[in-house]
């Protein structure tokens, strides 16, 4: 007797700890919103959890069947119909978890569909203003780019006018050149006429000078020496 009851309540233990996991998934399952996936995985759970319990009852009505006296067979039996009570229980509350978790992702997946709507929408609203931003700051640096052309080109007018007036000032200064050296020539065929003149000169009274010369000598001669 006392090596059923060590059975009894080893026996009772594991159906109480199953119990609790089953109680404990179903939890998970009711609350659950995330992929199919680990939904499936959970269920999968209950499903060996209901297999380890459904066993253990089984073994806990073999050892009432076992029972000696009636009182304890009946007691023992009781307990049995009481573990199956609950795990019907358990798979009624299972059932009604997945139909939850069913509503509540369709509620989760309707919601995001939404958002998605929404967040479509403010995006294209979005995009549009960007749009406009775009388009108004394209404008703008288009005209910035015409006044700047704007500026180059009268910088370059400027620049061509003074080069203009650059070049008219050459070109006189050129003239002027042309004038001077035209007087430079000029003056350099006098000096060179004046120079033969002058050497001209010089001959000319050179010779004048040697004749008077020769005639002042040829007088004296005359008079001092007549005889000669």
């Excluded at 931003?133 to 703008?140: F, L, R």
Aim: glycine share 4%.
């Amino acid at each position: 007797m006392a090596s059923s009851d060590v059975h009894v309540r080893i026996c009772e233990q594991e159906i109480i700890k199953y119990d609790i996991e089953i109680k404990a998934l179903i939890q998970d399952i009711t609350e659950y919103t995330g992929p199919q996936n680990k939904l499936k995985e959970l269920n999968a759970d209950v499903k060996k959890s209901f297999h380890k319990l459904r066993l253990r009852i089984q073994d806990f009505e073999q050892i009432a069947m076992e029972q000696d006296k009636e009182s304890d067979k009946q007691a023992l039996m009781s307990q049995v119909e009481g573990h199956r009570k609950q795990m019907l229980s358990n798979q009624t509350g299972w059932r009604k978890a997945n139909l939850a978790s069913k509503l509540s992702l369709e509620n989760v997946e309707k919601q995001a569909l939404l958002n998605g709507a929404d967040s479509g929408v403010r995006q294209r609203k979005t995009t549009k203003e960007g749009l406009a931003q775009t388009t108004s700051d394209i404008t703008e640096n288009l005209m910035s780019i015409s006044r700047m052309m704007a500026q180059r080109v009268e910088q370059s007018e400027e620049t061509m006018t003074s080069l203009a007036t650059s070049s008219r000032t050459i070109q006189e200064t050129n003239e002027e050149f042309k004038a001077m050296t035209g007087t430079i020539q000029h003056g350099r065929k006098l000096i060179t006429k004046y120079n033969r003149r002058e050497l001209t000169d010089k001959l000319l009274i050179f010779l004048a000078l040697a004749l008077f010369l020769a005639t002042v000598l040829y007088i004296l001669k005359k008079r001092l020496f007549p005889f000669l």
